[in-house]
C-alpha cells in the first residue's frame, strides 16, 4: 500500500498544468546537455543560465569531446562571469576523463570531479530516468515541510525524498517537486492554498519553521589594483588564488592615492569589497597582455569585467 499515492497523483496533475516544461535541459536526452545545466544551475538562476550562458557555451562546446579538445583558458572564458570557476574547471577535467560519455550509474558519476550525489542523481533521474530521489535546496525545502523535520540531517532528508518517489513516474516527480520548491513552497510566505501537497503537508501551519538559517556574516574587504596599459593592452596576471584559480586578474598594487582611477563595490560568495583601481607604469610581478578591445574574450571575473569601464578609454 503507498501512503502517499494521493498526494504523488496531485503533484503529477500539478506538474502537468504548471511545471517548466520549455527549460531545453528537460526536452534533451543528451546526457552532457543535461549534466552541464545542472553544474550551471549551482549558485546561478535559470534565467541567466538560459539568456546568457547555456546556448552560448554548447553552441561552442557542443559535445564532451569538443570541451575536452579546448585549452582551459579557453573554457574559462566562456564560464567568464558566471562566477565558481571551480565549477568550469571540473567540468573541462570530466570532459578529458570521460569524452565519448558520461557514467550511467550515481556510484560512476561522483568519481568524477566536482559531481557530487545531487549532480549524479539528477544525471540519473532527468538523463536515464532511473527510479531515485534527487535532493536541491528547492526539494529539500519542500520534504522539511512536508514530513515536518526540523533540521533533518542529509541522509535523512534524501531516504524521505526516496520514501516519496512515485517509482511510476519518478523524473516527473522530481521535476514536480523542484519546480513546487521554486514556485509555490517559497522560502517566505509559501503559497500553501495553491499546493498540491497541502492536504498531507505535516509543515503547512508553521512553514517557517522549516527555513530559519543563519544570519548572513559578510566578510568586508578593501582591494588595491593596479591599471598598466600600454600600446593598447592592459598587464592582467594569471591568478593562482583559489577562489580565482587561472583566471586573468588584475594586479594588486599598494595604492597611492594621487593615482586612483576609481573605485566600486563589489559582491561575491560572503565578500563584500571595495575596489580601488590605480594608474601605474610597471607592476613587479610576471604579466600577461591583453588587447583591452579584446578582454571580454578572455577568462576574466565579473570584477574584472565592472572594472573595465574605468580603464577602457584610458
Ligand atoms: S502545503 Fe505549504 S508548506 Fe506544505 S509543501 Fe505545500 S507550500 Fe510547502
Redesign the pocket.
Known sequence: MNNFKLSQNKLQEWYVNHGRHDLPWRNTDNMYHIYLSEIMLQQTQVSRVLEEYYPQFLEKYPTLMSLASAPQEDVLSAWSGLGYYSRARNLHKTAIACPESLPKTQEELMKLPGIGRYTASAICSFGHEQNIPVVDTNIA??IK??FSLLEPKEVTLWSHAKEFVNNNESRHHNLALMD?GSL???PKN???Q?????KK?L??SS?EL?TQTKKKEYEFLELFYGVYIKNGKIALQVSTKKMYKDMYVLPSVEPIEEDLIGSFKHAYTKYRLKVNLYRVEEVNEEVIWIDVEKLALSPISSLTKKAEKFFKDL
Open positions: 525545502r519542500v515541510r512536508f513546487l509555490v513552497c517559497l509559501p503559497l500553501c495553491e499546493c498540491p501537497l497541502e503537508c509543515g503547512k512553514p522549516y
